[in-house]
Structure formats: C-alpha cells, structure tokens
C-alpha cells in the first residue's frame, strides 16, 4: 500500500513542479510520467487526465494552505498580527509560481480547472469572511465596516488578480498576488514600522 501511495505522491509532486515551472497546458502526462520515471499505466491508476491531476493538486494545496491559515487565526495574538502572518503564508504559497501557471488558472485557459479553482477560491473566501466577522465582532475590525464591502473587494481581488493588463505591470504572479493583498490590507499610507 506504501509503494502506491509513493507513486501517487511522486506523480504528484512532480507535476505541481512542472506546473510550477511552465503552467498546466504546456506540460503534457508524457512529461510528467518521465519526469516522475513511472509509466502512464501508473499515472492513470490515480489520475482519468490531466484535468483530474490539477484538480488534485489544487485540492491538496487548499487543505494544506487551510490547515496553517488556521492554526494563524487559532492563535491567541492580536488580529493585525494574524493578518501579518497569513500575508507572510500566501507569499511562500505563491513564491514559485510561474506566471504561465497563474495565466492558465486565471484566464480561464481550461475552464473545468478554472470553474474549480473559483468554486476553491468562494469557499476560502467564506472562511476568511466568517474569521473578520469574528475580529470584528471581538472589536478588532472597524465596527462601522460592512462585511459585505470586504466580500465584494475581496471578490474584486479575485477577479483583478486575473487581468491581463494588471499582470502584464509585474514581473511575476508572486508581486501581483501581493500588491493586492497589501493593498486590501493597508491602503495606500506607509505603515508604521516603514
């Protein structure tokens, strides 16, 4: 049972690197069997294509990226400081991406992973909304803030993150992603420790 598990995390772990590397249309199941060094009688003993890989993969870096954002908001810290801290998360998630990847999930390349990847992106977006709900219930969110604005902007974010032009202005996904991201959470005045 081990040595199939090892393959199916091989396969695994050599796409997500591909993919990374060159984006999801350009790396072929050839490639990724190669690379990983199993057959494709293996690879579709887990996967029906390549569709239900990426699927995969981004299922597994949801719950991964679930379980630390988490843990952050567990903690017993102010909640500027569990905002500090997941800013600091996405960035090493997004650190490797290439922007071909970022392109295909963002600009509807495949539209079976893009329709995933936003039904993934609505239910994050739940959750980071029930965890402000709370900060603010707790006064730690400005009380006169409606929820609904950050869900709308938080949308808003969403859908500028997959703008051609916004992310033909930076060099890669990594700096859209964070632009955007700090920008939802300071605005555009320096903060203080600058």
């Excluded at 990426?54 to 379980?67: F, M, P, W």
């Excluded at 569990?82 to 392109?103: G, H, N, R």
């Excluded at 709900?133 to 949308?155: H, M, V, W």
């Amino acid at each position: 049972m081990q040595k199939i598990i090892n393959k199916q995390n091989q396969i695994t772990a050599t796409a997500q690197s591909l993919f990374w590397k060159y984006g999801m249309r350009r790396v072929s199941i050839e490639e990724i069997c190669r690379e990983a060094k199993v057959s494709k009688m293996t690879f579709y003993k887990f996967f029906k294509n390549k569709v239900d890989l990426v699927k995969y993969i981004l299922d597994k870096i949801t719950n991964e990226s679930t379980e630390t954002y988490q843990a952050i908001m567990n903690q017993d810290i102010p909640f500027y400081k569990k905002v500090i801290q997941t800013i600091d998360m996405k960035l090493k998630s997004v650190d490797q991406i290439s922007p071909e990847f970022y392109a295909d999930l963002h600009q509807k390349a495949v539209p079976e992973i893009s329709e995933h990847f936003h039904n993934i992106s609505h239910k994050v977006l739940e959750m980071i909304v029930n965890d402000y709900k709370k900060a603010q219930e707790e006064g730690e969110i400005r009380s006169d803030l409606k929820l609904e604005f950050i869900i709308y902007q938080l949308n808003k974010i969403f859908e500028m993150a997959g703008d051609p032009k916004l992310i033909a202005m930076y060099k890669t996904p990594k700096d859209v992603i964070m632009e955007l991201t700090r920008f939802f959470f300071y605005g555009i005045l320096p903060r203080e420790n600058e």
